[in-house]
């Protein structure tokens, strides 16, 4: 456990004081999704310092799914979840469901008919709404405010049995309409809903809200710190109210911190529901979007998400974090774990007029730093593909590739000198025709070395692959400021590029990340109806906000 996660974080002060005067004898929290959707890179937030909160303290950690909206929830959901959390390493006690406490939070309900703090509404929904007020009016209340204890719990049996229509019905907390905070205006803690449930079926057709429900679970789980987003401010005071108010014994303490958010980036469901409903990503494991899946399909590791969310702290201030700062720790762990490999997304032929037919075959390390993982060979011939952007016909003095007459060195083999090139009608240079010279032992023998170095693959021994090029969904570093996505998307967020790698790589694909020398991170996707292995890259080799799409 890393403890500086730990320093200069308001939440644990709070609980080393709670334990301190004994508050608590062991320390409970727990990860609550709704089953509505895919995890994003915002959850994990939440998930790991729940998680990790827990085990610094020996204490214990429940995945709780909240089910209490049939309308949206899936059991697709409930599977992505858990592979997630599977995948992150992130290990869980217990796993628990909302509907596991239906009958529960039906017998709460009752309590607080019977204690005169809970009545059925008639209202329409549009009329409560209306009642309700707003931030300069207050509140009104409702003309079935104050039926008999006896009418509100016939008429709320009957709900549960199914005798009216959705929307017809509800069941309202009576605290105060007239509170400056809308949301203790009489809040609804059930409402009809004729939909069968992923898990409870047909049983019931009335659902606990989530201000209801979620309290009363905390409780019923035990759980110490309450700990979710500061959009769930000023829903504690009615946490606090159900909690005080119903005969639990257990009363766990709600404290909220600042969401994640990212630039280049939105994680509102609502938005990344409009990006997929719109086509304009292939779906929710798009590698342009933030949820886990995406990530996981672009080759982002496990690790390096975690390291991530160790390091940007928790506190109560909303802020934007710069992407490049995930990217940093993908960056760092790719590094260390990636093999290497070279391969070139810009083909142009170099033809060696000084070497014969045959073809030499050059022993190179899979790592730089580890040379436990071995060795690749890789064949050297006359005609080789270097990357077009590695060569120049005119002379630049701050150009430090391969120029028309000058000499430059092939990584991990020779150094060759530019002589002429061949272009096409249009002017575009097809081939350059070079001398090569020197092996790497004469080199070192002869005490004559170049600094400049680039990649190169064998022509004859290539092997045609697809690389996927992906680069943030968005033009602008914020752009929730925009009300209309379509108008910032990023035209060049993916670009599609026939490319060459060396041939090692085709017998080496039980690992799926590599590094491809001198271009940057990529992970082995999957093949195509021909049979060519796709490449996602990860990420590239530097961070530049400017990079250009390449």
């Not at 085990?55 to 949206?72: E, Q």
Request: net charge positive; with cysteine; glycine share 4%.
């Amino acid at each position: 456990m890393d403890k500086n996660i730990f320093k200069k974080n308001f939440i644990i002060n709070i609980i080393k004081k709670d334990l301190f005067y004994k508050k608590y004898k062991k320390i409970k929290t727990r990860f609550p999704p709704e089953p509505n959707g895919y995890l994003h890179i915002g959850h994990v937030k939440s998930l790991f310092l729940n998680y990790y909160i827990s085990k610094h303290y020996n204490g214990i950690f429940n995945l709780r799914f909240d089910d209490t909206n049939p309308v949206y929830e899936n059991i697709k959901y409930i599977k992505s979840i858990k592979q997630n959390i599977k995948w992150l390493g992130i290990n869980v006690n217990n796993i628990y469901y909302t509907s596991n406490y239906f009958n529960q939070i039906y017998d709460y309900a009752i309590e607080l008919i019977i204690k005169k703090l809970a009545y059925v509404e008639k209202l329409s929904k549009k009329k409560i709404k209306k009642y309700k007020g707003n931030l300069t009016n207050l509140g009104k209340n409702s003309p079935y405010r104050n039926k008999s204890v006896i009418k509100n719990l016939n008429i709320f049996k009957k709900m549960k049995k199914g005798y009216f229509s959705e929307g017809t019905m509800c069941l309202r907390a009576k605290i105060n309409m007239y509170s400056p905070n809308i949301i203790m205006r009489d809040p609804i803690l059930y409402r009809i809903k004729y939909i069968s449930h992923y898990r409870t079926i047909k049983k019931w057709c009335i659902y606990p809200t989530y201000d209801f429900s979620h309290c009363i679970s905390d409780a019923i789980e035990k759980i110490s710190h309450s700990l979710c987003t500061l959009e769930f401010t000023k829903n504690r005071i009615l946490y606090n109210w159900i909690l005080k108010n119903l005969t639990i014994s257990f009363n766990p303490c709600q404290y909220e911190f600042s969401k994640l958010n990212l630039t280049f980036s939105i994680l509102s469901k609502k938005k990344l529901n409009f990006l997929v409903n719109n086509k304009i990503v292939n779906g929710w494991n798009d590698p342009r979007m933030p949820t886990l899946s995406a990530y996981k399909k672009k080759g982002y590791t496990a690790k390096s998400i975690l390291s991530f969310c160790k390091n940007i702290g928790i506190s109560k201030k909303e802020n934007i974090i710069d992407i490049m700062m995930l990217e940093s720790y993908v960056r760092n762990d790719l590094n260390i774990n990636a093999l290497r490999v070279m391969g070139v997304l810009n083909p142009l032929t170099i033809i060696i007029k000084n070497m014969g037919i045959q073809t030499e075959m050059i022993l190179i390390q899979l790592h730089p730093k580890k040379k436990k993982l071995g060795f690749r060979i890789v064949p050297f011939s006359r005609k080789i593909y270097i990357d077009k952007y590695d060569f120049k016909e005119k002379f630049d003095k701050k150009y430090k590739r391969l120029i028309l007459g000058k000499k430059i060195k092939l990584r991990n083999s020779y150094i060759i000198k530019a002589k002429k090139i061949n272009k096409n009608i249009c002017g575009i240079i097809k081939t350059i025709y070079c001398n090569y010279y020197l092996n790497i032992t004469n080199q070192k023998k002869n005490n004559y070395k170049l600094k400049n170095i680039i990649h190169w693959v064998s022509k004859k021994h290539s092997i045609l692959v697809f690389i996927y090029l992906y680069n943030n969904l968005f033009k602008t570093p914020n752009p929730l400021k925009y009300k209309n996505l379509i108008t910032i998307i990023n035209p060049f967020s993916l670009i599609i590029k026939n490319s060459y790698i060396e041939p090692s790589l085709f017998y080496s694909q039980n690992k799926k990340t590599y590094q491809f020398e001198r271009i940057g991170y990529f992970y082995l996707n999957n093949y195509n109806y021909k049979n060519n292995l796709i490449f996602n890259r990860i990420i590239t080799l530097k961070q530049n906000k400017f990079k250009k799409n390449n």
